[in-house]
């Protein structure tokens, strides 16, 4: 089953089921993480994949039910949890003086910077570590599901990689 399914089909047999404790699941979503894109529109990982994430949710009536956490920027102090300073520079500086519809190909030959790639990256990480806390807490939600972008799973602690800027599983992770 595909995941978009997953979340719709979890969600339907908890309608389902009275018996079971209503799961309070939480989503993350910020719109601002779409302004990282590359301008020539063929890249696989780029804005209408997460909106097409969002809009299913819309369309199938589940977003509702969802409960909403607030997209937060990462700050330096959790992103050094799990990279290096000089990461954290070169994210930040390689491409803030990019015209608005200009990018930059990295040392990454897939991965692409743009003007608004490090507030999108910092946004994607601190998004992950708030959906993290949320369920760690237990005050707010049981499950959290993240829509975000660019995406963190390939970056490492001192290079981008694969899309990836920071890793934010795990700066979510040590965050917790």
């Given at each position: 089953?595909?995941?978009?399914?997953?979340?719709?089909?979890?969600?339907?047999?908890?309608?389902?089921?009275?018996?079971?404790?209503?799961?309070?699941?939480?989503?993350?979503?910020?719109?601002?993480?779409?302004?990282?894109?590359?301008?020539?529109?063929?890249?696989?990982?780029?804005?209408?994949?997460?909106?097409?994430?969002?809009?299913?949710?819309?369309?199938?009536?589940?977003?509702?039910?969802?409960?909403?956490?607030?997209?937060?920027?990462?700050?330096?102090?959790d992103l050094l949890l799990a990279h290096k300073q000089l990461h954290l520079h070169h994210v930040k500086?390689?491409?803030?003086?990019?015209?608005?519809?200009?990018?930059?190909?990295?040392?990454?030959?897939?991965?692409?910077?743009?003007?608004?790639?490090?507030?999108?990256?910092?946004?994607?990480?601190?998004?992950?570590?708030?959906?993290?806390?949320?369920?760690?807490?237990?005050?707010?939600?049981?499950?959290?599901?993240?829509?975000?972008?660019?995406?963190?799973?390939?970056?490492?602690?001192?290079?981008?990689?694969?899309?990836?800027?920071?890793?934010?599983?795990?700066?979510?992770?040590?965050?917790?």
């Amino acid at each position: 089953m595909r995941t978009r399914g997953r979340l719709a089909a979890f969600l339907a047999n908890k309608k389902q089921d009275d018996s079971l404790k209503k799961m309070r699941i939480g989503v993350v979503f910020d719109e601002l993480m779409m302004l990282h894109r590359e301008h020539k529109n063929d890249h696989p990982e780029r804005p209408e994949r997460v909106m097409a994430i969002y809009l299913n949710l819309i369309k199938k009536e589940l977003f509702s039910q969802l409960i909403r956490i607030e997209s937060e920027e990462a700050v330096d102090e959790d992103l050094l949890l799990a990279h290096k300073q000089l990461h954290l520079h070169h994210v930040k500086e390689d491409a803030k003086d990019l015209e608005r519809n200009k990018n930059l190909r990295t040392s990454q030959v897939d991965t692409y910077m743009n003007k608004f790639t490090d507030q999108a990256a910092t946004i994607s990480a601190g998004s992950t570590v708030e959906a993290v806390a949320s369920v760690c807490s237990q005050m707010m939600v049981d499950q959290a599901f993240a829509i975000v972008r660019p995406p963190g799973h390939h970056a490492h602690n001192n290079q981008i990689a694969g899309f990836c800027f920071y890793n934010n599983v795990g700066v979510a992770a040590r965050v917790a």
